[in-house]
């Protein structure tokens, strides 16, 4: 790796300080800033980095809020003359035509990690968010290739796995698999709100599945929503032309099968495990006692029967102290290991 340290965090938060975090363990001298000290003093007590101002950093991440980002990029090209500038904002083409016609464009980088979560702040940062995730970099004409290497080998470093897009191709595949998704959630949930409990009470998994994201930090997300407006408006507008369709055909089977046929094509459409292949999984359903221990006969069992856990979740039973444990599996697996449970006297079922 170009040699690196130190580098500048502009923006202690979720992403920022798992940068710094990750950056650390690779020994790294990590200096860290936010508007907000409490954020970088809980960074610095995690072990982040140095809060002291840093004089000639060679790399500068500035991981604050999509809206600031471009103002914070500008200041640090400006700042930092020698340094290599990049940006972890999650809409990339605003970003850059806010930054265009500033100096040190050459030394600018943009890049978007895809992983994160719903939570934000330097609490919910970890050192592991990036591995095995794609982190997109969206280098603009005028970046050296010193530069564009130097951002790819961080990617690298902290276990991500880089693409290379330019900005409106990464705004146009984000509003896609990202910020559509998330509104989609999010209006889900706004349903929710007036809802009588005793119909809120018969929710099960289905409904956490759909509206995790809709716990999101909401000032982030009118960020990414005003920014990357165009995008996600075109696949809205296509969300609403399939909602009229649903809603002027909802008793007629051909059309509502059509709908549901499309959704579960979608679904094979996301890449699978480790960016592979998708391969289609069943869910074995295994009641398991909520008691110490349980699990993990649970787990020796399935590892018996030679079958892989492709995925795993547990939901709890309403007023019984019973887990609910679905175990994902390849689909042509799936009978064997509820046969092979089925002997150990497990409620399994697929
Ligand atoms: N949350 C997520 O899952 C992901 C977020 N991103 C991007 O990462 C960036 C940061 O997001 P999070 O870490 O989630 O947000 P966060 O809210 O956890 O952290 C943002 C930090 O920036 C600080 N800040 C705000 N304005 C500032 C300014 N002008 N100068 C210095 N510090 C400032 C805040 O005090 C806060 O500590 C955003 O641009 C977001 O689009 C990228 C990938 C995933
Ligand atoms: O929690 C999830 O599933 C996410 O997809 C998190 C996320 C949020 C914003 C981004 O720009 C990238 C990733």
Redesign the pocket.
Known sequence: MTSLPPTLV???????TSVALALREHGIDVHL????PE?VAAAVERGAGSAEPVHDPALVVV????R??A??VREALETYPAAVVTD????KGSVARDVAGGAGLDRYVGS??????ER???L?ASARLFEGRPWVITPAAGATDAAVRLVEEVAVMLGAVPTVMDADTHDRAVALVSHVPQVLSTLTAARLVDAPPAHLALAGQGLRDVTRVAGS?PA?WR??ITTNAEEIGAVLTAVRDDLDTLIDALRDRDVVGGVLEAGRVGTRAIPGKHGGEPVELVVVNVQVPDTPGALSRLFAHVGESGVNIEDLRIDHELGRPVGLVEIAVAADRADELVARLTERAWSAYR
């Open positions: 502009v923006g202690c938060g979720l992403i920022g800033r936010d508007r907000d954020h991981a604050v809020p999509p600031a980002t103002a914070a972890v904002a999650s809409v978007h990690p895809m992983a994160g979560s934000s702040g330097p919910a930090d982030l960020d990414i």
